[in-house]
C-alpha cells in the first residue's frame, strides 16, 4: 500500500477582488479543483507559467492561506485540523531568494537554528549549537561560517543556509519554490544533487516549484502541468518528458532553448496573450491558445482521462 506523505482532493482557493469602479466585486479562481498525491520519498515537479497558481499551491500547503473547499492531507492529517507549529515540524519551505529570505541582522547559526527555538526543541544553548553544527556540515557548509551573516556569503552558500534551517527539525516534506533560479548555472547543479543526496539521507519528500523544465527532468519523479488553477497532465517524469500528451505540455517543452544559435527561437505557438483568470475562457480554459482546438473544445470543459499511464485533461489526447 502506497504512503502519501502529501496529498489534495479537489482543492480550490477563491479571491473576491474588486472590478472596477462599475463592476463591483469579481472572483478570481486562483487554484481551481487540484488532485495531487505525493508518495513518501518521492520528488513532484509541479510547473507552469507565471500566475497559473503554483505558488498559492505552495501557500495553502504551507498554511499560508486558507483554502476555499476542498481537503489537503499531510502526512494523512487534514490541515484544518492542525496548529501552525505541527505543519511546520512535517513541512518545511525553501524558497526562491536565498538573499531576501534570510535576516541579515542575524548570523548564520542564529538563522539555522530558529526554527529549533521557535518550536521550543533544543535543550539550551547546548544543544542548539551541536545540531546547527551537524546540519551545516550535512549541507556542505565551513563550520567557521556560523558566525558570518548572509552578505558575506555567496548565493550558492545562502541557499545552503536556507536548506540547513528547512531541514534542521528533520521535516518529512520539503517544499523548494524556484530553490536554484537565483542562482549562477553552476552552482545550480550543486544545489540539485545536493537536495537528491539528501533526499536519500534523510527519507525526504519533495515538491519542487519550477520554471526550468531542465532542472524538473533532471530531480523529479513526477510531473504534474498546471495551467489556469488546474492540472493539465500529470504522471512519471520520463515518460512525460519523452510522450507528452497534453498540447500545454508540448508548447512547454518546445519552448526550450537549445545551445544552437542557429535554430533561433523556438516557435511554440500559445500567442502572446495570457487568458484573463477572471473571466476564463469557456469549455477547455486552454483552447483560445490551442493549435490544435476542435469546436468541442471551446464548449465542453475536459475531463481527465488516462493515457499512455499519464493523467490528461483533454477532449483529444489521442490527436496529439
Known sequence: MVEYALQTENIKKEYTISGGIFHG????????????SIP??????????????????AKLILGL???????????????????????????????QDPYSSLNPRKSIAKIISLPLRAQGLANGAADIEKKVDDIMEIVGLAPRLKHNYPNQLSGGQRQRVAVARALIMRPEVV?????TSALDVSVQAQILNMLLDLR???NLTYLFISHDLAVVEHIASHVAVMYLGRIVEEGNAEDLFSNPSHPYTQALLAS??????ELGLPEIQLGIEYP????????????????????????????????????VE???????
Open 314 to 320: 483533454c477532449h483529444y489526447p489521442d490527436n496529439f
Open 25 to 36: 466585486k469579481k472572483t478570481l479562481k486562483a487554484v481551481d479543483g487540484v488532485n495531487l
Open 65 to 95: 492561506e486558507k483554502k476555499t473547499s476542498g481537503e489537503l492531507y499531510i502526512a494523512g492529517k487534514e490541515i484544518s485540523s492542525m496548529g501552525s507549529k505541527e505543519i511546520a515540524r512535517i513541512i518545511q519551505p525553501v524558497f
Open 256 to 261: 526550450v532553448l537549445t545551445p544552437d544559435p
Open 175 to 179: 517544499l523548494c519554490d524556484e530553490p
Open 40 to 57: 513518501k520519498g518521492s520528488i513532484l515537479g509541479l510547473v507552469g507559467e507565471s500566475g497559473c497558481g503554483k505558488t498559492t499551491i
Open 200 to 202: 536519500s539521507e534523510l
Open 276 to 311: 484573463n483568470p477572471i473571466d476564463p475562457p469557456s469549455g477547455c480554459s486552454f483552447h483560445p491558445r490551442c493549435s490544435k482546438c476542435q469546436e468541442k473544445c471551446s464548449i465542453v470543459a475536459p475531463e481527465a482521462v488516462i493515457k499512455s499511464g499519464k493523467l
